[in-house]
């Protein structure tokens, strides 16, 4: 079954087929390209839904608050099939949640707050008693599943029908129940993907709404390697409101605690607990509403949401989704929202695929960061108090897996839309502010969640600098993140939630200081070598910020600190390895060992030094011999590729630390090898159909990597603005930034190997671009051809500079 203005994704047998492989290179262009004119036609929200992508099909807007998609279930209340509880591979639901976060890693992530469920049949026992979701549930077939940019719909074998649309802080959905069936809709305030410490709900007959909120938080607080039963995020750090009102009475209401089911009550309240399985099963709390389908089947709702009060979401949702509006009408208007943010990059000339998979790709990076703030302008801070917009910005923002991002989706945020990083880098600092002055690594909405390793918040910041971004305080903020990396704070010798999720931020400070790298015995962290190279990438992007604010002082303190991945370079076996504090190399090395570091192996972070790429090459003997050794990172033993992941000595296009790495040929004097090798991994490690991620999306940082790849040029290094080159898999790409400045490159082909550039008109030699294009815009010509030119843009004075 269709609906007008929803485009089936994804239907029947070609439904089932998880494509990887894009189409071939389209043939040379002749007459002038003709560049996408409606983007959002091309997105597929279902990709990255399988295959350990996490991405989720639901309904939002760009860098929305709300994002209304189905929580599936494998017959576990407590648990859900992917860490944002959608998959592709399972077909049964258990109701439709208001929050969701894109492609976070841990299982669950975080959100999925307050599932509603069309539900046909008697209200007769507690949900929350159904803890196999064998009754409160329902299977549905993909053929009767559609989503694009703000819409969803699905009809569930039940019978029940729902779909939905969305603004940005609230939806509208059309519930569609069998007539004369018994139909209702159960809100289960309790059951956000982690559980929850505390859940209301409030049924107004009179009113025909109902209201609630959740107590809830949790993010990565049941991950094994983030501290057991003593992980710090095993917490509540956000409150979330919703407010829903329809457009007919109700004929039944109830509601439930735990296994106590209670007809015609009108309130309830209680949470589940941040455990799972036996240890959570059977509790929590919610409500129902039921309607009479004797003559009339078909149910309206409209719901916002709030971090801030009950009001405020009411207020978000009188004023964004007001009475009298459909999904037909909101789902327009939010996927002309969408085009608007699409068409910021506009591209023509390449496959229907290729296409298919870029603006995707776009469409994922620009979920986040998040709306945090009401219409009012308040919004929920990182201590759970309530706090106002500062003048002149246009929104909070939150959300920000920072260790993941900092590599590629903050450089397209910031490109496409300068002007939201700058809120976002706001909404950081006073984030920072409100959490005693630390700039937490993982932020989920503004709250502190300590996952991951590292100091992303600086290289984020100073990335943001280079490229122009200027709408914060900026020396404010670069004195804080210089305060957080010369004074150690309070919880740097805490081991608490170690080794995933160490509560201390910039751990062991003053013995890092004194060691010149992170001891692996001692540093509180999760691994010595990953923290020193996180470390002193920070510690170069804060010193190139400096340089460019004529902080002439901290430039000169910040950069040598920028080598200390030098001191946890092992030359005896040519890899960075775990050193311990009395300068002895941790014992057992091989180049496949994750002692040391972090969701990563040293044959991967050894190439993490994108900030000194000569003098990484100068240790293993030269550039040439460099070039040779990341050779065997993308081929095997054989010679044959291995860029798909899964072997802890070759490259891994599902994990971050590494992705960068197929750029660095540049700086090693064989830029082809980048060509070759970034067009591999394009056209077999991404794809489209609910497969077509390689990994995590991260909040849209394997997205964004695909968008870079794809219209032929990368980020050089963090904390900089200059661009790598590779080839573009389009004929022409045009970016927009929101500032007005305006990118335009251009292709005869998109064959795999450049045979020569032009930059504004004038011979480019060199296989990367100066800032300048970024933060004033410009013209790129590319020319291209089947067999590689190994000797443009390799002599010495063409190598991207560095250190």
Same mark, same amino acid.
């Given at each position: 079954m269709s609906i007008p203005g929803i485009r089936r994704t994804l239907t029947g047998a070609a439904a089932l087929l998880v494509g990887l492989t894009l189409g071939a290179a389209a043939p040379a262009e002749a007459a002038p390209v003709a560049l996408v004119t409606d983007p959002a036609a091309y997105v597929d929200p279902f990709v990255g839904s399988t295959r350990g992508g996490n991405t989720w099909p639901g309904a939002t807007r760009p860098f929305g608050m709300i994002a209304w998609s189905p929580t599936a279930t494998t017959g576990d209340q407590t648990s859900a099939p992917a860490s944002n509880g959608y998959d592709w591979n399972v077909t049964r639901l258990r109701g439709f949640s208001l929050t969701h976060v894109n492609g976070a890693g841990c299982?669950?992530?975080?959100? /999925?707050? $307050?599932?509603?469920? &069309?539900?046909? /049949?008697? $209200?007769?026992?507690? &949900?929350?008693?159904?803890?196999?979701d064998a009754k409160y549930a329902s299977s549905f077939s993909h053929a009767n599943e559609s989503a694009t940019p703000g819409r969803y719909a699905v009809t569930l074998d039940s019978g029940a029908r729902a779909d939905v649309a969305v603004n940005t802080r609230a939806g509208v959905g059309d519930f569609t129940f069998p007539a004369g069936s018994e139909a209702s809709l159960l809100f289960r305030t309790s059951n956000s993907l982690n559980g929850s410490e505390d859940a209301s709900i409030t049924i107004s007959p009179e009113r025909r709404t109902v209201e609630g909120w959740v107590l809830t938080g949790g993010f990565c607080g049941r991950r094994g390697n983030g501290g057991g039963a003593t992980n710090p995020n095993r917490r509540s750090y956000y409150k979330v409101y919703f407010s829903a009102a329809f457009d007919r009475d109700f004929a039944r209401t109830g509601t439930w605690q735990n296994s106590t089911l209670t007809p015609d009550s009108l309130s309830a309240s209680g949470g589940e607990g941040y455990l799972t399985g036996a240890d959570r099963a059977g509790k929590g709390s919610g409500g129902w509403v039921g309607f009479d389908t004797t003559t009339d089947s078909d149910v309206r709702m409209r719901v916002g949401i709030s971090y801030v009060s009950l009001s405020g979401a009411a207020a978000n949702r009188d004023t964004e989704v007001p009475d009298g509006v459909t999904p037909s009408t909101v789902g327009e208007a939010t996927r002309a929202a969408w085009n608007a943010e699409l068409k910021r990059i506009r591209v023509g000339g390449g496959t229907e695929d290729r296409t298919k998979a870029f603006y995707t790709a776009v469409y994922h990076s620009l979920m986040q960061p998040q709306t945090m703030n009401d219409l009012d302008g308040q919004y929920l801070g990182a201590d759970m108090k309530t706090y106002r917009i500062r003048p002149g910005q246009k929104a909070a923002y939150g959300t920000f897996s920072g260790w993941d991002q900092y590599r590629a989706q903050i450089q397209l945020l910031g490109l496409l839309r300068p002007d939201v990083a700058g809120d976002m880098a706001t909404s950081m600092a006073d984030f920072a502010a409100q959490n005693g002055g630390v700039w937490d690594r993982w932020l989920h909405l503004g709250a502190p969640t300590h996952v991951m390793t590292g100091d992303p918040a600086a290289p984020t910041l100073a990335t943001w600098y280079a490229m122009g971004v200027r709408n914060f305080d900026s020396r404010a903020a670069l004195d804080s993140l210089v305060r957080q990396?010369?004074?150690?704070?309070?919880?740097?010798?805490?081991?608490?939630?170690?080794?995933?999720?160490?509560?201390?931020?910039?751990?062991?400070?003053?013995?890092y200081l004194a060691l010149k790298y992170a001891a692996n015995d001692i540093c509180h962290c999760w691994g010595g070598a990953a923290e020193t190279l996180e470390n002193s990438l920070a510690d170069y992007s804060l010193a190139m910020w400096a340089q460019r604010a004529g902080r002439g002082d901290l430039a000169r303190q910040f950069r040598p600190r920028g080598d200390y991945w030098k001191n946890t370079y092992n030359p005896a076996v040519g890899h960075q390895a775990a050193r311990r504090a009395d300068g002895s190399w941790q014992a057992g090395f091989t180049p496949s060992t994750d002692v040391g570091f972090a969701q990563g192996s040293s044959a991967t972070y050894t190439w993490m030094v994108p900030q000194n790429v000569s003098g990484l090459a100068t240790l293993m003997g030269g550039r040439p011999a460099a070039a040779a050794r990341l050779d065997s990172l993308f081929h095997d033993e054989n010679g044959n590729w291995a860029v798909l992941g899964g072997n802890a000595l070759r490259y891994d296009p599902t994990n971050e630390p590494g992705i960068h790495a197929p750029w660095l040929y540049n700086g090693l004097g064989q830029p082809w090898k980048t060509q070759e090798t970034v067009r591999q991994i394009v056209d077999t490690a991404y794809g489209t159909g609910p497969g077509g991620l390689p990994g995590n999306d991260d909040l849209g940082t394997m997205s964004a990597w695909y968008v870079f790849a794809a219209i032929g040029m990368f980020p050089q290094v963090p904390g900089r603005a200059e661009m790598l080159l590779g080839s573009p898999v389009f004929t022409r790409v045009e970016i927009n930034r929101s500032n007005n400045v305006r990118l335009t490159i251009n292709a005869g082909t998109t064959d795999k190997y450049v045979q020569s550039t032009r930059l504004n008109g004038s011979r480019l030699?060199?296989?990367?671009?100066?800032?300048?294009?970024?933060?004033?815009?410009?013209?790129?010509?590319?020319?291209?051809?089947?067999?590689?030119?190994?000797?443009?843009?390799?002599?010495p004075a063409d190598l991207p500079k560095d250190n």
């Open positions: 299982s669950p992530g975080a959100a /999925g707050d $307050v599932p509603i469920m &069309p539900y046909v /049949g008697p $209200v007769d026992s507690s &949900p929350t008693a159904d803890t196999k990396a010369t004074v150690q704070n309070p919880d740097a010798l805490s081991d608490a939630g170690c080794p995933g999720q160490c509560k201390g931020q910039r751990p062991t400070l003053n013995t030699t060199r296989s990367w671009l100066p800032e300048s294009f970024v933060q004033r815009g410009g013209t790129l010509d590319f020319t291209l051809g089947t067999t590689a030119n190994t000797s443009w843009a390799t002599g």
